[in-house]
């Protein structure tokens, strides 16, 4: 497999469907996925299948055993947070080739710590102050096609 564009990390991501549907948009971006345990799934779920169609085969994927191990396997990347929490735009953030855009869990995010070691690094996708946060598989499309279009411009 050749070297993706770029490396979408889910960090214990909670909801089967959301992670296959981030798969999907991974191969139609040329994007690796990485999966940092625990899962609120199983890996051999049917939903998370069904949700990626008949994407999957074609998923370059890993799953981790934790954070130290993903940052073993990804120390040269620039990494990206995207979190409620940040001041940062993601629209104002520059992308390239290589970065990796890390999401948290569906119900608390990304932990804190990662957070405040590079606060930097740490980007919101803005919403009304109604909406509590948007959807991880939504997120993901929206980060990764402004990474894209940055790239390709």
């Not at 990390?9 to 909670?14: G, M, N, Y």
């Not at 949700?51 to 073993?72: F, I, M, P, T």
């Not at 590079?118 to 102050?129: A, F, Q, V, Y």
């Not at 948007?134 to 990764?144: D, E, I, W």
Request: with cysteine.
């Amino acid at each position: 497999m050749s070297e993706p564009l770029f490396h979408v990390v889910l960090h214990q991501p909670e909801i089967a469907e959301n992670s296959g549907n981030v798969g999907r948009t991974c191969v139609a971006a040329g994007c690796k996925l990485w999966l940092v345990r625990p899962l609120g799934f199983r890996l051999d779920e049917r939903r998370l299948r069904r949700a990626g169609l008949d994407y999957w085969q074609h998923l370059d994927w890993e799953a981790v055993e934790n954070w130290e191990s993903l940052r073993g396997r990804l120390p040269e990347g620039k990494f990206w947070f995207f979190t409620k929490h940040a001041q940062q735009l993601y629209t104002d953030a520059s992308f390239t080739p290589g970065d990796v855009l890390v999401f948290g869990s569906e119900s608390r995010g990304l932990p804190r710590q990662l957070l405040a070691a590079t606060p930097e690094h740490c980007l919101r996708i803005p919403m009304k102050p109604a909406a509590r946060s948007l959807n991880l598989a939504v997120s993901v499309a929206v980060a990764v096609y402004e990474a894209l279009r940055q790239c390709s411009a």
